[in-house]
């Protein structure tokens, strides 16, 4: 393995906790390396995923990049080197490059540029995606915005208040979210965040609170949640890891909200008294307190709100019950709906067919 190889191992498993993927991000080996890839991440099938420099001069409390702890970098040309090389023996098909800050924003951020810059001008036509850093120029991210298919900053906390608990260094108004209101302009629908749930002691009515807002603002294309781990050697070493189920959860929630059509106040009702989720699926929770639908007849924004129903579904339903109407759970597969999870949300009388045939 080359320095430059050996190194770039060391720089992947340092980016661990930036997230391109809403499911565990799977580690595979390849090669004769210990280099490792996110086979399920966002925009192409093999991402790498890799930091700039191993080392920061932040001190966010849960992140063991903090304090200079490791010393590692790569240059610009170094990565894109490696990377390329990977990349033409067709190990890899896309690129997600994050870093630590060990000196200046702006120095730090003009590089990440410049190794997609140096990609594109070597003939990289493949997924790029450049994380934006906390208090970056207007212009760099500009330029982010104009190499990178994607562009992401992490909002990592709800408020200004939770995050001044975790990563006191950082503004959130000003160093984050006003960074985030630039990259909706320069690269609308095409930028991405990220929340450590549990990190700050939030609620997940907080959660909610910072996702409606989101949504609503600056229209991320997605928002991954990461379950707070503790980190040895970190200020927040003994505080309790996050259930890995409160993250499924919330993408469960984020589906309801992006896909579902369902509000912030819709989805309110699967809080608890503590503005808290229980581990169990929201659609489901919010279902349980509705009335059953008649699947003959319920409008689609209906049918979306029934478990095992999701978009595909309810269309399959409005067409085909206008040729023959639903009679029971066991007729939903027609449609492609498991009946165990749906029918005990429906009913299933009435119903108009439409005459698909001359009756002489
Ligand atoms: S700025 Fe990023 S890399 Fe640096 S300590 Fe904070 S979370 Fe870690």
């Not at 490792?36 to 099938?45: F, K």
């Not at 700039?52 to 010393?71: I, N, P």
């Not at 229980?278 to 709100?305: F, H, Q, S």
Request: aromatic residues 6%; positive net charge.
């Amino acid at each position: 393995m080359s320095v430059a190889e050996q190194k770039l191992s060391h720089l992947t498993a340092a980016s661990r906790f930036d997230l391109c993927c809403s499911g565990e991000c799977i580690r595979t080996l390849f090669g004769a390396s210990h280099i490792t890839y996110n086979p399920r991440a966002e925009g192409c099938e093999r991402m790498l995923k890799v930091l700039l420099h191993g080392a920061c001069s932040y001190d966010c409390a849960y992140c063991d990049v903090r304090l200079q702890r490791e010393r590692l970098s790569l240059s610009p040309d170094e990565l894109a080197g490696t990377f390329l090389g990977f990349w033409r023996e067709g190990l890899v098909d896309g690129l997600f490059l994050s870093s630590g800050i060990p000196r200046d924003v702006d120095l730090v951020m003009q590089e990440l540029v410049e190794t997609g810059e140096i990609l594109r001008r070597r003939g990289y036509d493949g997924y790029l995606h450049l994380k934006i850093l906390p208090g970056a120029a207007r212009a760099d991210i500009h330029d982010a915005a104009r190499v990178a298919n994607r562009i992401s900053i992490n909002l990592e906390a709800t408020s200004p208040d939770r995050l001044g608990g975790i990563a006191g260094v950082k503004d959130y108004r000003q160093d984050i979210l006003k960074r985030q209101a630039w990259m909706a302009e320069e690269k609308p629908g095409h930028h991405t965040t990220q929340l450590v749930l549990g990190a700050a002691g939030e609620t997940d009515a907080e959660v909610l609170s910072c996702v409606a807002d989101q949504y609503r603002r600056v229209r991320p294309s997605r928002i991954y949640f990461a379950a707070f781990r503790a980190l040895p050697g970190t200020p927040l070493a003994v505080h309790p890891d996050t259930p890995a189920w409160r993250a499924r959860r919330w993408y469960q929630a984020d589906y309801l909200l992006r896909d579902y059509g369902v509000t912030p106040d819709a989805l309110r009702v699967a809080l608890d008294e503590e503005g808290l989720f229980a581990n169990r699926d929201p659609k489901e929770v919010i279902a349980a307190g509705n009335a059953p639908v008649n699947v003959n007849t319920a409008p689609r924004r209906a049918l979306l709100m029934v478990p095992g129903i999701g978009p595909k579904g309810a269309d399959r339903i409005l067409v085909q019950r206008r040729v023959r109407p639903f009679t029971g759970p066991a007729d939903l597969a027609r449609a492609g709906i498991r009946g165990k999870a749906a029918g005990r949300h429906l009913t299933f009388g009435g119903g108009e067919t439409v005459q698909t045939r001359l009756v002489l």
